[in-house]
């Protein structure tokens, strides 16, 4: 009988507990929702642990010990369970803000996505770099990516689509303050140190690659595909890509190439390069300097590079070919390279050819003249003329298709309008150019 007793009282208090309402404090406010707010989630914490020392305690005095002790490990391996699930779901910050010591650290928080980055980051990131810029209490930036594969593979292209397509804003608030993030970054008076240890595609260059430091890692992939979806090299894309050496960004703009690893410094995407393992160590010595000059952290970086020998020894991916890269697209127009490629007889050439004619056309003519243009113009010029670029390309049907063929549908068989070089006049690339009157980007 006092078993049968002991089991149904346990049964009882089981399904009290099961059924009993949880509290859950919400941190309301950005700071508290950041990882610098550790005194909202232990106040959190301090607050859950007294509501469960009042549910048990009110129902400790009908318990035999055994029974309050089994009950009081299923309540806390609840609450764990529930704590962990909170701590992993959708809610979590997509950008972590942070103060360590006197640097500002952030971190990319989409894992799953490759940390795409959307209008919500664009919006926690630029008030923040503001207010850091002009704190006396921060002397460097540091911004890394989560997760271990990617620092940024890109933007959110799809839901800038589907933004598109219905007339909604974001089609044009997306780029718009993205634009002006990058030129905060290419303008910014501290020491701004971007650790690309992993995917950097798309927006996630123009989260580097205009900072005075960049450093690659072994798992670092760069490139900048958008002709294959029928956008353009944005992101600042006209100004860093023509000051590369020679043709080479040309090259890597019109064909998407991608660049890995060392390789991604030899090209001077990067400006360092660090062995993955060597990260967290060097980012511990950045937030340990103090005061530090853009040429102390130069001097750091430097040291951690020194130390890693890996690849070393093997030559850029892109050497033997840099003299054909000069040669073959050196043409005034995309379609004297085509000549130039198709009238080459080495295996490069040809296979570079074979990636053109997959590219949009009018997506190739547009990057043309971005990059020639680009190479006389100051960043804020260049962000201008590539906000008009970015509307052309909502208005047209390109970046639709080419979203569709290799992000939606997958089946990487675009149907570009017009369909080739020729079709693409003149006329209709300056349109792309013009002036927006007062839609035009301001910076």
Not at 29 to 55: D, H
């Amino acid at each position: 009988m006092a078993a049968l007793q002991a089991r149904f009282l346990f049964a009882r208090l089981f399904h009290t507990m099961v059924h009993t309402p949880l509290i859950v404090d919400v941190c309301n406010s950005q700071s508290e929702a950041s990882v610098s707010g550790s005194e909202c989630i232990c106040a959190r914490q301090q607050r859950q642990a007294t509501t469960r020392s009042q549910v048990i305690h009110s129902n400790a005095s009908m318990m035999p010990p055994i029974i309050y002790t089994a009950y009081r490990f299923r309540s806390i391996c609840r609450l764990q369970r529930l704590q962990a699930h909170m701590m992993s779901s959708a809610s979590a910050p997509e950008v972590l803000l942070e103060k360590v010591g006197r640097a500002g650290v952030i971190t990319l928080n989409r894992p799953k996505a490759l940390n795409a980055l959307n209008l919500t980051m664009t919006r926690l990131l630029y008030p923040q770099l503001k207010e850091w810029e002009t704190d006396e209490q921060t002397d460097i930036v540091i911004i890394k990516g989560a997760g271990g594969r990617a620092f940024c593979a890109g933007g959110d292209i799809i839901a800038v689509t589907e933004a598109g397509k219905s007339g909604d804003p974001l089609a044009q608030d997306f780029f718009r303050e993205e634009y002006v993030l990058n030129n905060t970054i290419g303008m910014y008076k501290k020491p701004y140190i971007a650790l690309i240890d992993g995917i950097t595609m798309g927006g996630g260059v123009g989260l580097s690659v205009h900072g005075r430091f960049r450093v690659a890692t072994e798992k670092t992939v760069f490139a900048m595909p958008e002709t294959a979806i029928g956008l353009f090299p944005d992101v600042g894309g006209g100004y860093f890509l023509p000051r590369l050496q020679g043709k080479l960004g040309m090259f890597l703009a019109l064909t998407g190439f991608r660049l890995k690893g060392r390789d991604v410094q030899r090209a001077g995407v990067a400006s360092h390069f660090v062995e993955s393992q060597k990260i967290s160590a060097l980012e511990l010595d950045l937030v340990g300097l103090r005061s530090p000059s853009n040429e102390d952290v130069s001097k750091l970086l430097e040291s951690y590079q020194t130390q890693s020998s890996l690849d070393a020894e093997k030559p850029f991916v892109l050497q033997p070919h840099l003299q054909d890269i000069n040669r073959l697209f050196s043409a005034g127009s995309v379609e004297g390279i085509l000549q130039n490629l198709n009238t080459d007889n080495s295996a490069f050439a040809k296979k570079q050819a074979e990636t053109l004619a997959r590219m949009s056309p009018t997506s190739l003519k547009i990057t043309f003249r971005q990059l020639e243009q680009g190479a006389a113009m100051s960043l804020q010029d260049v962000l201008v003329m590539e906000y008009r670029l970015c509307q052309a390309c909502m208005r047209g049907k390109d970046f639709y298709e080419g979203v569709r063929s290799v992000l939606i549908d997958k089946d990487h068989s675009p149907r570009w309008s017009p369909a080739t070089l020729a079709e693409v006049s003149d006329h209709s690339v300056d349109q792309c150019f013009s002036p927006l009157g007062e839609r035009d980007l301001r910076l």
